[in-house]
C-alpha cells in the first residue's frame, strides 16, 4: 500500500510513520540502516528499485529526496510506501520544491531512524565534497559514481582531493570481481612481477582505479591500455615465467591463460547496479584500501597527464 501525502510537512511525514507502525507493528525497530538517496525526477525510478532490492539483504528505511522546481513556493509532496511494498523496509519519496531543495538536511533529519546509521547515496553526479556536502554531514557512509559525471576520471580525481574517512565510489566497487579474481590468480605460483596492463574503454576511471590497485599491491609500473570495451576487458600480469592474461570481451565471460597451463573460462558478468550497492551496504566503517588506491589512482594519472 502506497499512502499519498501532497503538500505535507516533516511532522505530518512522522506521524503517518507511527501510525502506520502502530497498525501494522514492527515497522522502523527492524530496519538497519537509513538509506538517503539525492536524485532528481529522471533518475528515481532506477535509482529507488535498486536500493529496494539491495534492501533485502540490508533492510532499509529508503528516503529518496527528489528536487523539482527550484523557481516554486517551498513544499513537500510525500509518497509513503509500506514495508513489503517496496523491499522489507519503508520507503520515503519526497518531491522537494522551491528554496527548501537547498536545505534538504532539515527535511531528511526528524526522519532518520533512531539509533541506525545513515548512507547517503548520489546515483547521478554527485557532490565535489561530499563529507561537507549538508545532507553528506549527516551520513557514516557517503556513496557517489564518478561514471554518471561528463568527465569521469577528472571528476573522480577532484572529489579524491577532498576524501574523508566513510566516502566511497561504486567505480570501486565495479572492480571487486576482478580484484578478485587477480588476488586468487596471484596467490598461486607465478613468478616474478616485473609489470601489468589494464585494458578499457576511454574515460573508465573503474580501470585506473584497478591499475593503481594492482600498482600498489605488486609495487610495479602498471599501464593503461585503451580498448573498445565494454568497460575492463583485460588485465595482463608479465611475469619472469610469461604473461598471466585475463581478457574479457563480450562483458559476460573471461578467459584466464597462465604459461603452461590450458586457456580457462571465468564468469566474470558486469556488475549490475543492485550488485554494486548491495556490496557497499556491508560495511560502514572506512574502506582504507579505497582510500589508498584512489589516492594512489589520482597520483597515477596526473603524473601521466
Known sequence: MTLYLPRTTTSQISETLAAER?????????????????????????????????????????????????????????????????????????????????????????????????????????????????????AQRRITDALRAADPVADMIGRVRNYRPGDTDLTWTRVTPWRSLLASTMDQRIGWVRSATVAAEPHFPSADLLAAWLSQQLDVPVEREISKGPAITGAVLHTDEGDISINRLDGRVASLTRPGQPEQAVALPLRRPTDALTEELRRLDPDEIYERSAKHMAELVEANA
Open 22 to 138: 502502530h497498525s501494522v507493528g514492527g515497522g522502523a525497530m527492524n530496519l538497519v540502516l537509513t538509506l538517503i538517496i539525492v536524485t532528481n525526477e529522471a533518475d528515481h525510478y532506477d535509482a529507488v528499485r535498486t536500493a529496494t532490492e539491495a534492501g533485502h539483504e540490508h533492510p532499509s528505511r529508503i528516503l529518496a529526496l527528489i528536487r523539482r522546481d527550484p523557481e516554486a513556493e517551498s513544499a513537500i509532496d510525500a509518497e509513503i510506501r509500506r514495508p513489503g511494498t517496496a523491499g522489507p523496509g519503508e520507503a520515503l519519496l519526497l518531491r522537494i520544491f522551491g528554496p527548501l531543495g537547498e536545505h534538504v538536511d532539515s527535511v531528511v533529519t526528524p526522519l532518520l531512524v533512531p539509533d541506525a546509521p545513515a548512507v547517503v547515496w548520489w546515483p547521478g553526479e554527485g557532490p565535489a565534497d561530499p563529507a561537507s556536502d549538508p545532507v553528506g554531514r549527516l
